[in-house]
Nanobody, 116 residues
Framework: QVQLVESGGGLVEAGGSLRLSCGAS????????MGWYRQAPGKQRELVAA???????NYADSVKGRFTISRDNAKNTVYLQMNSLKPEDTAVYYC??????????WGQGTQVTVSS
C-alpha cells in the first residue's frame, strides 16, 4: 500500500507561481511512475505532467513551457513547479503514482485557484 500526501495548493494571481509537492509513504519500493492530474468543474480529469523513476517527463500541451515536474527518489517526493499561471489552470490537482506491476494510487487532491 502506498499513501500520497499533497501540499502547496492555494490561491494565486494570474501570472504567479505555485509549487506543489507530493510525498509517498508506505510500500514505496513498488512506485514506478509519478505524476499530477487535475480536474476542473464540468471537465474530465486530465494528465498534467508525469515523470518516470528514471526522470523521463511528459506534459500536457496546455502546460508545456510553464510547468516543470521533478522527483527526488531519495525523498520519495514529486514536485510540480507551476509558473505563469492562468485562470484556466484552476482545478483540483491530484498526485498519482503507479507501480511496475500495475497498481495505481491517488492523493486526496489540492485546490489551485488562479484569479484573473
Amino acid at each position: 500500500q502506498v499513501q500520497l500526501v499533497e501540499s502547496g495548493g492555494g490561491l494565486v494571481e494570474a501570472g504567479g507561481s505555485l509549487r506543489l509537492s507530493c510525498g509517498a509513504s508506505g510500500s514505496i519500493f513498488s512506485v514506478n511512475n509519478m505524476g499530477w492530474y487535475r480536474q476542473a468543474p464540468g471537465k474530465q480529469r486530465e494528465l498534467v505532467a508525469a515523470v518516470t523513476r528514471g526522470g523521463s517527463t511528459n506534459y500536457a500541451d496546455s502546460v508545456k513551457g510553464r510547468f516543470t515536474i521533478s522527483r527526488d527518489n531519495a525523498k520519495n517526493t514529486v514536485y510540480l513547479q507551476m509558473n505563469s499561471l492562468k485562470p484556466e489552470d484552476t482545478a483540483v490537482y491530484y498526485c498519482h503514482a503507479d507501480t511496475h506491476w500495475g497498481a495505481h494510487y491517488w492523493g486526496q487532491g489540492t485546490q489551485v485557484t488562479v484569479s484573473s
